[in-house]
């Protein structure tokens, strides 16, 4: 069975920071490309950083671009995102998605989610 539990989010002030883990299991991690993807209410789902599955490549929203940063362990099977900075903007649930296109099909698996506020 797959898993993705993404964890770490909460109630902050603009300008502090939180970072976020997403624990997979079930599949082979190191194949995956991982997002952390956000929704905020009224608003459709956005990408907000992704790494490739070796890590050797990031891509980031424009909105994030640096505050946030997206790095992974493939041996302990991990994705994090670390957000500095945090804007009022930035409240949404985050969610993490391991996505692998095989030769003859796409995988795709997300977490729950985890709400990350800010406010003051």
């Known amino acids: 069975q797959v898993q993705l539990v993404e964890s770490g989010g909460g109630l902050v002030q603009p300008g502090e920071s939180l970072r976020l883990s997403c624990a997979a299991s079930?599949?082979?991690?190191?194949?995956?490309?991982v997002g952390w993807y956000r929704q905020a209410p009224g608003k459709q789902r956005e990408l907000v950083a992704s790494i490739s599955s070796g890590g050797n490549r990031v891509d980031y929203a424009d909105s994030v671009k640096g505050r946030f940063t997206i790095s992974r362990d493939n041996n302990k099977k991990t994705v994090s995102l670390q957000m500095n900075n945090l804007k009022f903007e930035d409240t949404a649930v985050y969610y993490c998605?391991?996505?692998?296109?095989?030769?003859?099909?796409?995988?795709?698996?997300w977490g729950q989610g985890t709400q990350v506020t800010v406010s003051s």
């Open positions: 079930g599949i082979i991690f190191s194949q995956y490309a």
């Open positions: 998605n391991a996505h692998w296109a095989s030769r003859f099909r796409t995988y795709d698996y």
